[in-house]
């Protein structure tokens, strides 16, 4: 193929070819590293990467971000895949004192139903500080690696994992689907020298072994993931064909069979009191283990119990984790501000000089609230024996799990003499609007609602966040930017901005840390974030007290947008049974009802949203994949259950797609009533719906 001299190239032209090559190297980067399959020879590559590096050189303005010069071997990605979980990758609730072990010990038996002298077996375990990953295994052999990401959907790592020793690329006597889930995880000694050879070579030193874990996965190059040395723990599992065992203990054996590394310090322990001891054991062995820990996890050891017991949203009912003492330092406050949040809350946060705690440099803690600073909590009683904390005071600051580091303590002996007594702002740092106190509630809010920058700013950066619209290339860094430069003021404004500014592509590609590519990328999620779950959506509006959980409830509840913007409708009118139906739902209190409704009615928020909806198209949440005959349908449960307790019912019954609701009405489908059934059981049959008993609806679901 004839190809024009380099120094004959016009400026386009060159642009055009540099683009051209970058695809063609990158395709064939690819098809001869991760699917072994080169498609052109070695000396044609080498030509290549030639002409690509004489264009450059004449034209050094053109170099793209992702040149293929700036590339070497291994995959070249440009970013990592998602991968959907076949079975969402959990996280655990925590427990911090021995009471909240035999709490949970007791919450369980209540559930099943189980005498509380009752002893249950359990598994307790390290809890690992790394970062979790799926493995999935198909006839035994490795196919996919990905990490947590949300819980749904996670990142496609399967060049990296394949690098790591721990993770075997092939098993044997495994069931045809296995995915094996455990945590990345990097030793101390590992951890000391990684960071010494980063510090020779003049790079970034890492804060601590779970940030060196987590930055070498995220490594776009595998060959740099082979040289860190990145260790892996099994310890549960996603979808699987085939059981592996009975009971969790007997579980991990089967995967240190198959030759995954499993913790030696996992046991059995019958009962809470054993746990306990456990957690002593682990604590006391900590320094020696040479890998960080934060906790010891408990699982239920049978498991057709847990399958019982069943999920929360993102945690199991079965398992928790004993985390340790929270890590403390001592350090100078420097000063007290007030942030404004996107529901208006004035928080007040710590700005310290930064301190290691447990690993962690922190420069930022919270304060809660005014009653916080003042030494009181929300009852008015004294907490830190009454002393108040202000500018210059010596603090004592905690770090508990992820948690964002807290103030604990002050010390009055260290306490500066011209330091004064803080006061808390009673308007708005931000707009000067009144910032006030509800009876009853501890935060102080501005009242400025969409006059207030800070809580516009902050309501679009919920808008875009993880769990939102969760829109790749437009995170709070550019909606600031956006935002101060004008572009965008409401969420709906997001979607405007091709048309708005694609003409305007010029501007922003010549702003800081925006190229051509990086543009029409931004365009291009954005076009993809119009495809949303009404449950995402909901969450994205930031309406107080309507969070993950709730908006998930609504949308599944209520199916579509027009079906929960009516009943909003119908609700502020008074019309119907409006009101009733939403607190009917299960899981939403009269708190949430009135924030959604009260929100959703106000005109401006209304015209906003509804330029923001016909930007969109909202789709049905994604509901569980059940081909149960009761699907869809809402259920009440009354009365005494014999053959297991509310709670269970109720969860089971949700995970085959049932709506259950607290009160029956005329949308109710069945009602399943126990002996004791009192005015439930007879609205319903005044209604003629459907009553069955309990062995009845074990039955329908079952399928007889
Ligand atoms: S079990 C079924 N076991 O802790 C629940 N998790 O805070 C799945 N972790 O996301 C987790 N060590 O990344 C489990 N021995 C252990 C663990 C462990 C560390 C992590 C895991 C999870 C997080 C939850």
Redesign the pocket.
Known sequence: MYRKPVNELTQDEACDELRALMETLGAANVAYHRDDSPEIDDAEYDALKVRNMSIEARFPFLKRPDSPSEQVGATVAEGFTKVEHAQR????TNAFAPEDVFDFDNRIKRYLGLPELDTLTYTA????DG??LTLRYEGGELVQAAT?GDGSIGENVTENAKTISDVPHRIRDCPEVLEV?G?IYMSHEDFISLNKAQRQAGEKEFANPRNAAAGSMRQLNSEITRQRPLRFFA??WGEMSKPLAETQAESIHRLAQMGFSTNQLTTRCIGPKALIQHHALISARRPELGYDIDGV?YKVDDLDLQARLGLRSTT?RW?I?HKFPAELAWTRLNAIEIQVGRTGALSPVARLHPVNVGGVVVSNATLHNEDYIAGRDSTGTEIRGGKDIRAGDLVQVYRAGDVIPKVADVDLTRRPTEAARFIFPTVCPECQSPAVRDEGDSTRRCIGGLVCPAQTIEKLKHFVSRSAFDIEGLGAKQVEQFYTDGWIETPADIFALRTRYGSGLQQLKNREGWGDKSAENLFLSIDEARHVSLGRFLFALGIRHIGEVAAMTLARYFGSWPALSAAIDAAQACAGPSWEDILSIDGIGPKQARSLVTTLVQPAERAALDVLVSHLQITMERVPETTSSVAGLTVVFTGTLERMTRAEAKSRAEALGVKVSGSVSAKTDIVVAGPGAGSKAKKAADLGIDILDEDAWLVRIEGG
């Not at 990758?89 to 655990?92: A, E, K, R, V």
């Not at 375990?125 to 690992?128: H, L, M, N, Q, Y």
């Open positions: 990758m959990l996280s655990l375990e390290p809890k690992i970062l979790s947590r889930r945590e310890y549960a996890v199991p398992a984790a």
